[in-house]
Nanobody, 124 residues
C-alpha cells in the first residue's frame, strides 16, 4: 500500500479531528501531498495541499482558517488537523500525492497516487 489514510470517525459539530496519511518512500519524497474529500452525490473537492519544497500550503476556501495540513518528511507522513468541524465537512477524505506544479495543486487529476479514503462524519 503506497498511501494509507487513517483517523476518520464521528464527531460533533464544533469538534476536532486529525487525519493521518502514511506514505511509502517512493510516493512521498519529492512529492506534493494533498487531501481531497468527496460527499455522496458530489464531486471530489480539494481540501488542502503541501509542497515538498519549503512546505508551502494551500487550502480550499471552505476550510481555510479551520484546517491545517502538515508533513513530517522524516516519517513520510502527512496530517490534516481539522478544527471547528461543521456538518458540511462530512465526507470521505482521501490523501493523495504527486509531482504537481503550482497551477494544478487543486486539481485531483494532477495526483498520481491515492489512499483508500477515511470517513469523517460531523453530527449537528
Amino acid at each position: 500500500v503506497q498511501l494509507q489514510a487513517s483517523g476518520g470517525g464521528l464527531v460533533q459539530a464544533g469538534g476536532s479531528l486529525t487525519l493521518s496519511c502514511a506514505a511509502s518512500e517512493s510516493t512521498f519524497r519529492g512529492h506534493s501531498m494533498a487531501w481531497f474529500r468527496q460527499a455522496p452525490g458530489k464531486e471530489r473537492e480539494f481540501v488542502a495541499a503541501i509542497r515538498w519544497s519549503g512546505g508551502i500550503t494551500y487550502y480550499g476556501d471552505s476550510v481555510k482558517g479551520r484546517f491545517t495540513i502538515s508533513r513530517d518528511n522524516a516519517k513520510n507522513t502527512v496530517a490534516l488537523q481539522m478544527n471547528s468541524l461543521k456538518p458540511e465537512d462530512t465526507a470521505v477524505y482521501y490523501c493523495a500525492s504527486g509531482r504537481v506544479i503550482v497551477s494544478t495543486v487543486r486539481d485531483p487529476r494532477a495526483y498520481g497516487y491515492w489512499g483508500q479514503g477515511t470517513q469523517v462524519t460531523v453530527s449537528s
